[in-house]
């Protein structure tokens, strides 16, 4: 049975088309990309005011062996051991439906290291800022807000008859393993997502993840 992995590649503004063309010439097909705004805790950079950037979140579905050959490589095309650029990582599809790629690419035989997860929070827009800074206390470095829109069936609102449907955001935060449970712990006491409406939070194990905290060091 394949196996597919979902790719996230987070770079900066204008790399996520360049990285959806790489893809493509090594056998990988299709992508979305989404635009966010990283978040970084560190003194100085808030001081002046550089502590949010824009973000390009590049998301791509493919077989595992291609994934992690597409990961390797892009981590030493986009030199991702060097700070502030860039960072990629996948985690487990149990099914894919749609999208292609070329059948002549061997798959890797290698383990999966799962020792980084995925937190994922959905919160009404400006809340997400508050989200981050619950995560950061329980020892988060840093996130990728996103901008969405809620579609759920008690996600609308009135306004002069019409159905309005609230903007959301998204909180993307890879994390180790370890820091996991206090980190989204946090979150839930901070925003009270166990409440109707305050929000949702998942977590995924991530299977490989490239450009994270040890510079020279592929995970």
């Given amino acids: ?8 590649f987070i770079v ?9 063309r790489f893809a493509r010439d090594h056998g990988v097909f299709g992508g979305t990309i989404f635009y966010g705004q990283g978040t970084v805790r560190n003194f100085w950079l808030e001081l002046l005011s550089l502590n949010h950037t824009e973000k390009e979140i590049l998301m791509m579905v493919a077989e595992q062996g291609y994934a992690h ?3 390797a490589l892009l981590y030493d095309e986009l030199q991702m051991w060097k ?9 487990p599809v149990n099914k894919f439906i749609g999208g292609k790629h070329d059948s ?3 798959e890797n035989a290698e383990e999966n290291d799962m ?17 981050m800074e619950a995560a950061q206390e329980a020892g988060a470095a840093g ?3 996103i901008n969405a829109r809620g579609a759920g069936k008690n996600e609308t609102s009135k306004f002069c008859l019409m159905d309005i449907e609230p903007e959301k955001e998204i909180l993307m935060l890879v994390t180790e393993k370890e820091k996991t449970e206090a980190i989204a712990e946090n979150i839930n006491k901070m925003m ?5 409406g305050k929000g949702i939070m998942m977590v995924q194990e991530i299977s490989k993840a490239y450009g994270l905290y040890d510079p020279n060091a592929k995970c």
Avoid: P, R
């Avoid at 900066?12 to 959806?20: D, N």
């Fill in 1 to 8: 049975m394949k196996q597919y992995e979902c790719m996230y």
């Fill in 115 to 131: 020792i980084y997860d995925l937190i994922t929070v959905i919160v009404d827009k400006g809340k997400a800022e508050e989200a």
């Fill in 69 to 71: 050959n597409l990961m």
């Fill in 83 to 91: 700070h502030n650029h860039g960072i990629s990582f996948s985690v």
């Fill in 143 to 145: 996130g990728t807000i």
């Fill in 12 to 20: 900066q503004h204008g790399l996520a088309s360049w990285i959806l």
């Fill in 104 to 106: 002549d690419v061997q």
């Fill in 192 to 196: 009270d997502l166990e409440g109707h």
